[in-house]
């Protein structure tokens, strides 16, 4: 059984840092991709950063070089990096995990990251 459970989220102040963090069970971490998705309030789900299994990243133009994904392949756990987030950032975060076109989407349950000061 599959299953993705994230952890890390909170408030954090602009120009901070936090990193998500997203186990992920059964035995799907080196062969889907895994990413972070995000959304906000009255706005649709977007994706913000990916890595495949060859450990290629993809990045939302609007982090790119603030934010930055990761796998751990020993712990099968799959982190975010948020260095210097910004008010907009502020969203829900789901892990993500897809095995297109072959395999399955699977999600995580959430984990609200809130950027104030």
């Known amino acids: 059984q599959v299953q993705l459970v994230e952890s890390g989220g909170g408030l954090v102040q602009p120009g901070g840092s936090l990193r998500l963090s997203c186990v992920v069970s059964g035995s799907i971490f080196s062969t889907y991709n895994l990413g972070w998705y995000r959304q906000a309030p009255g706005k649709q789900r977007e994706l913000v950063a990916l890595?495949?299994?060859?450990?290629?990243?993809d990045y939302a133009e609007s982090v790119k070089g603030r934010f930055t994904i990761s796998r751990d392949k020993a712990k099968n756990t799959v982190h975010l990096q948020m260095n210097s987030p910004k008010s907009e950032d502020t969203a829900t975060y789901y892990c993500n995990a897809d095995g297109r076109p072959l395999g399955f989407v699977y999600w995580g349950q959430g984990t609200q990251v809130t950027v104030s000061s």
């Open positions: 890595v495949t299994p060859i450990d290629r990243t």
